[in-house]
């Protein structure tokens, strides 16, 4: 063990002593590694970090909620969209009816989304609100939390009373200053509402979903407000399973419901399409994951010339020591320990390489994360994961093991005598 030590040490030595000898060629030859590892790192973090961010952004939906409605989340290049427009939309009947018929759902919401417009309070005016509609369950289907106020009581639901929940943005660019916002009038296209909640703030994810800039308001008062009735607009029920229940047997007996709620007989199609987010999740999947061969692919070519300069610079190494060499086997050297010298010197100098290349990824991900939450005003995180690091120094060890071995394998079978002369 001390014997393999020292021949570690030397080795050690050896590596630094051959780039500070000859630094514009250990430069360049390093560069190949360092660049290759750069390239695999970084590819691979920038996909695990989209990959992290968009589940999380889809967790937000509720990986266990269904949407059901006249559009089908579907990503072809042929999307039929005519066979779904005319379609007839979700509404409050409906919502009554499968609050009836469905015994497996914890939750049935309806929501109506009314687009953009404008807020107004006090001479203050919030741009580009976001005006949603929902009924009893939307605390059930998503948490809610409050800095002031109080969510919908069954009344208010029941009789659509004029009043609101809004989000943190609006809330911010209306009263900016003011701390008792609950019980204040705003005004949306002319229309008078009463402020009884105030949404912590959440900001927005990677898909820009956000309840910062909504104004919520009852789904069974939405309709003074909005045209329900407008063909672009499109209504959905939100459902979530009893606890423990399979998502599937909650989507069968949804599809039930709704066919005998819209009478479709056994020969009819569904005029209505059930919805998950974990098609989004899916179909993304397939996405990063033809990106991060791409990358891997690009870094392994860098890595591979990189690998070509480190084996020869253990070729020079080997012919510049080859009298050592013959002094050492002389003096009774085993060839392993030749072997393992020369070899420890090329893993070394790609671990270098290595290193070099994960610590610029570190340097590179600080700035871009720095960028893009302090300039951007983005809530995008990159993860640099123990995996990726640990793959970056394996494929270093690996590439100097096979850059450094027939040099290497050379030097340890010298013959003394030869190598002298």
């Not at 005519?82 to 929501?111: G, H």
């Not at 995180?381 to 690996?398: E, K, M, P, Q, R």
Request: proline share 3%; charged share 15%; with cysteine.
């Amino acid at each position: 063990m001390a014997i393999l030590l020292k021949i570690f040490w030397q080795s050690l030595v050896m590596s630094f002593e051959e780039i500070r000898a000859a630094k514009l060629r250990s430069f360049l030859s390093l560069l190949g590694i360092t660049i290759g590892i750069l390239c695999i790192i970084s590819v691979r973090t920038a996909v695990s970090s989209l990959q992290i961010n968009i589940e999380n952004s889809l967790a937000s939906f509720g990986n266990d909620i269904l949407y059901i409605q006249k559009w089908p989340w579907t990503f072809t290049a042929d999307y039929p969209w005519w066979k779904y427009i005319n379609r007839p939309s979700a509404n409050r009947r409906e919502l009554e009816q499968l609050q009836q018929k469905v015994t497996n759902a914890s939750a049935l919401c309806l929501l109506y989304f009314g687009g953009e417009t404008n807020a107004v309070s006090g001479g203050q005016t919030a741009e580009g609100v976001k005006l949603l509609g929902i009924s009893n369950d939307y605390e059930k289907i998503k948490e809610l939390e409050f800095t002031q106020g109080r969510y919908f009581t069954p009344g208010e639901f029941k009789n659509g009373q004029a009043v609101a929940l809004i989000g943190a943005s609006v809330a911010d660019n209306l009263f900016g200053g003011i701390t008792q916002i609950e019980g204040r009038d705003i005004k949306v296209n002319g229309v008078k509402l009463k402020v009884i909640g105030v949404l912590k703030k959440e900001g927005s994810d990677i898909f820009g979903f956000t309840l910062d800039d909504n104004v919520i308001v009852p789904y069974t008062f939405i309709s003074m407000i909005i045209n329900t009735n407008d063909i672009g607009n499109d209504p959905l029920i939100a459902a979530t399973p009893q606890k423990g229940l399979p998502l599937d047997e909650l989507k069968y007996e949804l599809r039930g419901a709704m066919r005998s709620i819209r009478r479709l007989s056994p020969f009819e199609d569904d005029n209505f399409a059930i919805n998950n987010v974990n098609v989004f999740a899916e179909t993304l999947s397939s996405v990063l994951s033809f990106i991060n061969v791409v990358g891997i692919i690009i870094g392994g070519f860098s890595v591979f010339v990189g690998g070509f300069g480190i084996a020869n610079i253990m070729f020079v190494a080997v012919k510049e020591r080859t009298y050592i060499i013959g002094i050492k086997k002389a003096i009774g050297a085993k060839k392993v320990y030749i072997l393992l010298e020369f070899l420890l010197e090329a893993v070394v100098l790609c671990l270098v390489g290595g290193v070099i290349g994960l610590l610029v990824v570190l340097g590179l991900f600080a700035v871009i994360q720095y960028l893009v939450v302090h300039v951007w005003q983005s809530n995008f995180h990159f993860y640099i994961t123990a995996f990726n690091v640990i793959l970056g120094i394996s494929i270093s060890v690996v590439v100097g093991i096979l850059a450094g071995f027939i040099p290497a394998f050379i030097a340890a079978n010298m013959k003394p005598v030869d190598a002298i002369r």
